[in-house]
């Protein structure tokens, strides 16, 4: 069965860091594009980062560019997002995502575009 599994989240203070992982089971993590999305109440789902099968292609949201970077490491089925100089707005529940469709080089922040969702993981950015 696929599954993905985010961790990492929590509370940290405004400036601090936190990595958040997706591990995958039941599936080749290899052939598919991961994306990272983020929710509060009362508003839309956000496509904050994504990264190709082979990790060679990522896409960042403009409100987290050079603060968050997305890695992965198909060897051990696990999507990172390493979040540093954290805002209060960067407050969500954070979710992870699998597009099936394994277009090379590709990765799109569209939710529309994926099909697997783990449960998610809160992060609380407060001081």
């Known amino acids: 069965q696929l599954q993905l599994v985010e961790s990492g989240g929590g509370l940290v203070r405004p400036g601090g860091s936190l990595t958040l992982s997706c591990r995958a089971s039941?599936?080749?993590?290899?052939?598919?594009?991961i994306g990272w999305f983020r929710q509060v109440p009362g508003k839309e789902r956000e496509g904050v980062s994504c990264i190709s099968t082979s990790g060679e292609t990522t896409n960042y949201a403009d409100s987290v560019k050079v603060r968050f970077t997305i890695s992965r490491d198909n060897a051990k089925k696990t999507v990172y997002l390493q979040m540093n100089r954290l805002k209060p707005e960067d407050t969500a529940v954070y979710y992870c995502?699998?597009?099936?469709?394994?277009?090379?080089?590709?990765?799109?922040?569209?939710?529309?575009?994926?099909?697997?969702w783990g449960q998610g993981t809160q992060v609380t950015v407060s001081s």
């Open positions: 995502a699998a597009d099936p469709t394994g277009v090379p080089h590709r990765c799109v922040r569209e939710f529309t575009a994926y099909d697997y």
């Open positions: 039941g599936f080749i993590l290899d052939y598919y594009a």
